[in-house]
């Protein structure tokens, strides 16, 4: 059960700090990009809602674990006319067919989630072959002297920051996760009981 922290001051510290400035400009160069239907893993607050264009969004649905947090995305600002569902979930057990989403959205999520490779399987298989990934991550420094400084706060700051995780290879798990058009191509063939070649 979620501690006294995590239910009603968490939220609002995971609200401050993903609403930065810097980070709400990461938000404003990929999340215009997404199209028809559309999952958010790890919704949190909502902040990347008011960034959508229900022009040519369909709908989006919003999967996050945190309660606290859920109730804030589902009055977060929005543009007129955008269709918003916020559920209970986790991004490594999503409750979706295969094939579902036309954009999935991560913004500051896997540093949170417990499998990255385990969420970023899911999202491959509910993502349709055609489908885009957009992202905003952050995770372990190529720098030497920035990867001494990340693993020396990291055991401080994972538990009160909600779980986040600040030496996680993030790049390399999603260049691993196989959202290349190519490998996407060989997973729907799959799906299918076909077999193909890249
Ligand atoms: C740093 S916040 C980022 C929230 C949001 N994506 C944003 O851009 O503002 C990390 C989020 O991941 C969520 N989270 C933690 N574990 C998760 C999981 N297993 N699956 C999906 N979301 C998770 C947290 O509840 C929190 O909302």
Redesign the pocket.
Known sequence: MASFYERHILPHV?GC??GARP?QRQ?AKIVPKASGQVL??????G??LAFYDPARVASVTG????EG?RQIAEVAPRPAGLRVDVLE????NLPFDAASFDTIV????L????SPQA?LAEALRVLRPDGQFLFSEHGLSPDPKIQRWQRGIEPFWTPV????HLTRPVAGSITAAGFSRAARHLLAEQRQGRTARL
Not at 111 to 114: A, I, L, P, Q
Request: glycine residues 18%; hydrophobic residues 35%.
């Open positions: 995971i700090a993903c980070i938000r958010e893993l790890g919704i949190g607050g902040l990347n999967v996050d674990p945190s947090l979930g986790e991004a490594e991560c913004t500051f999520t540093c949170s989630v417990r969420a920051a909600g779980g986040c």
